[in-house]
T-cell receptor, first 113, second 113 residues
Framework: GNSVTQMEGPVTLSEEAFLTINCTYTATGYPSLFWYVQYPGEGLQLLLKATKADDKGSNKGFEATYRKETTSFHLEKGSVQVSDSAVYFCALRLTGGGNKLTFGTGTQLKVEL | DTAVSQTPKYLVTQMGNDKSIKCEQNLGHDTMYWYKQDSKKFLKIMFSYNNKELIINETVPNRFSPKSPDKAHLNLHINSLELGDSAVYFC????????????FGNGTRLTVT
């Protein structure tokens, strides 16, 4: 079946530190890959996406590259801020099968001053 | 101009009651979804509708009954509420195609006492 595996949190960083959140996937076919962010008490917002191998998604200083050879889509940011504290979800979506989004378990990020 | 809106935001009720959550999207999408987020933030698909037709039903108890009067609305009715139904329920919508992201509402926090 299709699945997404994320590193467990919480991840605690100091402001301006470098962030990596690992994400790997298993899929029957060629999925599109997404990162969503959930700020405290809010819904999920699309952060970035990549639809084919070697694509790089980027938004708000965050980046992730679709690596087919390692089935990975790791999220990175060069310098985190306190306002980046949230839960980050990696997800995949295949064409067909109802087009559902399959999520990883989420990684909580805490950024401290 | 909210894209995906769901009501109510909070719902507190007693075991055995019946309750409904409403969802509307103004994005012109053909597909709508209900997801459940548990206390550990894990997100699981419950239902998916495409143009008012049910296309995903992920082993959800039949106490849960989705209804889609038109493609812009997907409501969730829950009968005989149980303690384990306490969670945050998210509505979402998307265009067809695996490379399109899902757009989420802000969630309904259901607490069953």
């Amino acid at each position: 079946g299709n699945s997404v595996t994320q590193m467990e949190g919480p991840v605690t960083l100091s402001e301006e530190a470098f962030l990596t959140i690992n994400c790997t996937y298993t899929a029957t076919g060629y999925p599109s890959l997404f990162w969503y962010v959930q700020y405290p008490g809010e819904g999920l917002q699309l952060l970035l996406k990549a639809t084919k191998a070697d694509d790089k998604g980027s938004n708000k200083g965050f980046e992730a590259t679709y690596r087919k050879e390692t089935t990975s889509f790791h999220l990175e940011k060069g310098s985190v801020q306190v306002s980046d504290s949230a839960v980050y979800f990696c997800a995949l979506r295949l064409t067909g099968g109802g087009n559902k989004l399959t999520f990883g378990t989420g990684t909580q990020l805490k950024v401290e001053l | 101009d909210t894209a995906v809106s769901q009501t109510p935001k909070y719902l507190v009720t007693q075991m055995g009651n019946d309750k409904s959550i409403k969802c509307e999207q103004n994005l012109g999408h053909d597909t709508m979804y209900w997801y459940k987020q548990d206390s550990k933030k894990f997100l699981k698909i419950m239902f998916s509708y495409n143009n008012k037709e049910l296309i995903i039903n992920e082993t959800v108890p039949n106490r849960f009954s989705p209804k889609s009067p038109d493609k812009a609305h997907l409501n969730l009715h829950i009968n005989s509420l149980e303690l384990g139904d306490s969670a945050v329920y998210f509505c979402a919508s998307s265009q067809e195609g695996g490379n399109s992201p899902l757009h989420f509402g802000n969630g309904t926090r259901l607490t069953v006492t």
